[in-house]
Structure formats: C-alpha cells, structure tokens
C-alpha cells in the first residue's frame, strides 16, 4: 500500500467559540507531536497546515465552521499515545482511546479527542514505514 501525505491540503481553518480554550488544547497535542505553534495574533493562531480562529476575526465571517475530523501524523505509537493524554490535560475529551483499528489497516494505531468545540481530533501512526521526507519544505 502506498500512501501519500502533503500534497492535497494546503491549509484548513477552524473558527472556535473560545480561542484560548482551543489554543490550551492544540499547544498541548502540537507539543507532543513536534509541531511548533508557527504564529499568532490576539484574534487566531497556526501551526502548519491548521489556522485556528475566532469567531470575531476578519478570516471567520462571523460563523463557526462546524464540526470536523482531523487526523494527525504520529511518528509511533508512543507518540499516539502522549498526544491522548496530552489532549486530555489539554481540555480535550476521549472519544477513542489509543489501540489499533484493525477496521483501517493493519498496523493503524490512533487515539481520538473532541476538541473544545467538539471537532474529531485523531493522532495516527501508520506502522513502521520509509519516508521519503519529514515534511515538505516550501521557500519563496
């Protein structure tokens, strides 16, 4: 099986109800999963290919988005497993604890969390795998 990751999406936006609720929550899951919080302002904030902000900004038009599903890369099932309970500390509630998901593919391994405004918010390792590369790098 192949399985290609970063050249479908280039961004996604959540509007929430509470940012510093939210931002409680994804600093807690993004530390764990080595992703840094790349910028903020008083109204959102990003981390990669994820912009999070409030229902006031000028970027949310006054509406909430709703819920979503979210999967995030883990590099192994430890990983997998500190997001959870990082996400947990964080404000975030269980909505599958970490284990395999054989329904998925062998070797699947996620842990699930809503998210202060109640988005599917998932952790995945794959399985022992080759990379071609961490991540994909654009510089202008």
């Known amino acids: 099986m192949e399985l290609h990751r970063g050249r479908l999406i280039d961004h996604v936006q ?3 109800r509470d940012l510093k609720a939210s931002r409680r929550f ?25 912009f999070v902000s409030s229902i006031d900004s000028r970027a949310a038009n006054g509406q909430l988005t709703g819920r979503h599903h979210l999967a995030f890369q883990a590099k192994d099932r430890a990983m997998v497993d500190a997001f959870y309970k990082a996400g947990l500390d964080g404000g975030g509630t269980d909505n599958g604890a970490p284990g395999e998901r054989q329904h998925y593919h062998h070797g699947y391994y996620a842990a699930f969390l809503l998210d202060p405004d109640g988005n ?14 961490a991540s994909v790098k654009i510089t202008f």
Do not use: C, M, Q, T
């Open 26 to 50: 994804y600093e807690a899951v993004f530390k764990v999963l080595d992703v840094p919080i790349g910028g903020s302002a008083e109204d959102y904030f990003w981390a990669d290919e994820l």
């Open 14 to 16: 959540l509007v929430v």
């Open 120 to 133: 599917n918010i998932e952790a995945v390792f794959h399985g022992p795998a080759n990379r071609s590369a």
